[in-house]
């Protein structure tokens, strides 16, 4: 079956220094690859979804690229902010028709300074 | 844009007890989820419901039942709760993606313990 596998537990990180957070996959199908970030007492939001046609996807200074080759879609940024501080959340779905989404175990992010 | 609205946001309540959680989205989003959140174990899949009055089993279903009377809405009922449970519902929507797949658009939560 379809699984997700993502650096697990708690990332602690200096302010400026990068971010990598890996995720990696099982998949039948040909899947869509997403990140999600829920800071503390709020909803969990998109970060990043792959693309069809091979782009990198950024946003706030994160980007992941999907390699099919090797079932990867790490998270990257280039410097950590304080605000990066938060729980981030790989995930996959299968189907383009109604979406059966899989869930990593979740990475906790803490910036300091 | 939308929101999702869940209610009650904390839950309290005693073993055995059946508890229900309510989910309300205003996207017009086909495609509705409950989805339980713990700590080191990621988000879990409970129930969804494709459309109106259409339900499926998630991985984590038993021991809840759900309910889609209107595309809107959608319920959760933990159907006897276990003592010293706690644990942080999440409800989403989603619309059926094509060529570029849909995203998932989370509720705030709803936190459960029971006593």
């Known amino acids: 079956g379809d699984s997700v596998t993502q650096t697990e537990g708690l990332v602690t990180l200096t302010e400026g220094l990068p971010v990598m957070l890996n995720c990696t996959y099982q998949?039948?199908?040909?899947?869509?690859l997403f990140w999600y970030v829920q800071h503390l007492n709020e909803a969990p939001k998109l970060l990043l979804k792959s693309f069809t046609d091979n782009k990198r996807p950024e946003h706030q200074g994160f980007h992941a690229t999907l390699h099919k080759s090797s079932s990867s879609f790490h998270l990257q940024k280039s410097s950590a902010q304080l605000s990066d501080s938060a729980l981030y959340y790989c995930a996959l779905s299968d189907r383009p028709g109604y979406q059966n989404f899989y869930f990593g175990k979740g990475t906790s992010l803490t910036v300091i300074p | 844009g939308g929101i999702i609205t869940q209610t009650p946001k904390f839950l309290i309540g005693q073993e055995g007890q059946k508890l229900t959680l309510k989910c309300q989205q205003n996207?017009?989003?086909?495609?509705m989820y409950w989805y339980r959140q713990d700590s080191g174990k990621g988000l879990r899949l409970i129930y969804y419901s494709i459309t109106e009055n259409d339900l499926q089993k998630g991985d984590l279903s038993e021991g809840y039942d759900a309910s889609r009377e209107k595309k809107s809405s959608f319920s959760l009922t933990v159907t006897s709760a276990q003592k010293n449970e706690m644990a942080v519902f999440l409800c989403?929507?989603?619309?059926?993606?094509?060529?570029?797949?849909?995203?998932?658009?989370f509720g705030e939560g709803s936190k459960l313990t029971v006593l």
């Open positions: 996207f017009n989003h086909d495609t």
């Open positions: 998949s039948t199908y040909s899947p869509f």
């Open positions: 989403a929507s989603s619309i059926p993606g094509t060529k570029n797949t849909g995203q998932l658009y």
